[in-house]
């Protein structure tokens, strides 16, 4: 339905949606705000850490307005709003209370940049309250919280936007269309890297816990812990609890273009992993610093290769994405390879762009890549105006997240390969890998069954 169908229907209809997580609890009419074609969008930031502030400001910069912020921590309300201010100079509102937010008629859609284990909780009563999402990766903790999205985002009709920039890339878009040209020929071998630098990871200290700040909202579905500053500062990529480590949080990027180069093929039928705490053996990590991962498609073998350590890796750095330039490709840390039978692409996240080459290195085609993060927003304010599926769709990343969640999965069941039914959402003949398809969760943050 378009904007102004799918919100007089919800009006009309009288109906209302329940939110509860964590003691949120609110019954609101889904909102009667009808768009015109000129208006401000008008958007909450949940998660005001540095990510969300940068997805704000390049929602504003874009032609969207800012209307909440929304995070726990005084001193993040705090900073974003400065952050903000310097690119708009309309009055935000701040709150520490979802539900307030989520209850506000006039508000359009939300972004989400918590930590990583409230995106699909944050994301779902979005969703039942009529409010479009942009989430930040990965979108889910778990494989079930992955399905109950793509659940809410079909049942309320909703806009729902993941943040793997990526997908909206003039360049990577050029890839897809040269690969699916079939001038690569044959390609049984895809190679995803996610090799970067990194050192040992020690909680330390504990820390004085900030005053007015809900330790326990913040933890949600993860079980009760003390209070850790290290751990609210960035520390939780470190744990399961919150979530599936650098893979999630990094590799998921490369994972996802691989994927969309080859067709979106969806899930794989089986994976296998080795690796571990190799290189900071006895630090407080639980995530591996290094994991090859192997996962067998219909078609094609992709393998991600992930690690923590060497110091002489690197990222594609700003000057290459914003200029006519290519990475070193072999110190690369985020590439992408593509074996073909006749030709082999290497293809660089955010910027960097791409090459085809044959034997000797010979160059055979080549297109230079920009980061795409601008590109992706407003691709995510034009869903919302015109109801079409975003390039960023929760359905079509699902896969994505689903890679990790797999990868992951395995390690922490001794590193056996798994065979995955992706049509009933189980591993077969394993019961030990079906317990951690979903999390457990704590009494009042549970992601329901039926959403």
Request: proline fraction near 5%; charge should be neutral.
């Amino acid at each position: 339905m378009k904007d102004l169908n799918r919100r007089q229907f919800i009006v009309k209809s009288g109906k209302t949606a329940a939110l509860t997580a964590g003691g949120l609890s609110l019954t609101s009419a889904l909102p009667s705000r009808v768009l015109g074609a000129n208006d401000r969008l008008r958007i909450a930031l949940v998660g005001c850490g540095g990510r969300g502030r940068l997805d704000a400001r390049c929602a504003v910069v874009n032609g969207a307005e800012i209307a909440w912020l929304c995070d726990l921590r005084d001193d993040r309300l705090a900073d974003a709003a400065k952050f903000i201010a310097e690119v708009q100079d309309r009055p935000i509102k701040q709150t520490k209370s979802m539900a307030e937010v989520y209850a506000d008629k006039d508000v359009d859609a939300v972004i989400i940049a918590t930590p990583d284990h409230w995106h699909a909780p944050a994301s779902i009563l979005a969703c039942q309250a009529g409010k479009d999402v942009y989430v930040e990766k990965p979108q889910s903790h778990n494989l079930f919280e992955g399905r109950q999205m793509v659940k809410a985002a079909r049942k309320y009709g909703c806009v729902v936007q993941v943040g793997t920039q990526n997908r909206s890339g003039a360049y990577n878009a050029d890839a897809r269309q040269y690969v699916a040209s079939g001038q690569l020929g044959n390609i049984p071998l895809v190679k995803v890297y996610n090799l970067k630098p990194g050192s040992p990871f020690n909680l330390g200290d504990t820390g004085p816990k900030p005053a007015n700040f809900d330790w326990d909202r913040w933890l949600g579905a993860a079980p009760l812990r003390p209070y850790h500053d290290n751990i609210f500062k960035s520390g939780w990529h470190h744990f399961w609890d919150f979530s599936g480590g650098d893979l999630a949080n990094d590799g998921i990027h490369q994972m996802d273009l691989a994927l969309m180069l080859m067709g979106d093929p969806g899930m794989p039928n089986s994976v296998s992993v080795s690796g571990g705490r190799l290189a900071h053996k006895g630090d407080d990590s639980e995530v591996p610093d290094l994991m090859i991962a192997t996962y067998e498609f219909d078609n094609f073998v992709l393998v991600v290769e992930h690690s923590n350590y060497p110091r002489y890796m690197r990222k594609t750095t700003g000057t290459i994405r914003r200029n006519d330039e290519f990475p070193y490709w072999t110190q690369n840390s985020t590439r992408i390879e593509l074996y073909g039978s006749e030709l082999m692409m290497t293809v660089g996240r955010h910027g960097g762009g791409w090459q085809v080459v044959t034997s000797g290195g010979h160059k055979v085609e080549e297109h230079y890549g920009r980061t795409c993060d601008d590109e992706h927003m407003l691709d995510f304010l034009d869903a919302i105006k015109t109801r079409n599926r975003s390039k960023g769709d929760v359905e079509t990343l699902e896969p994505a997240a689903g890679l990790v969640h797999l990868a992951n999965i395995s390690y922490q069941t001794g590193k056996r390969k798994l065979w995955y039914d992706n049509k009933n959402t189980t591993f077969i003949n394993d019961p030990q890998a079906n317990k951690l398809i979903k999390r457990a969760y704590r009494p009042n943050y549970a992601v329901p069954e039926k959403v």
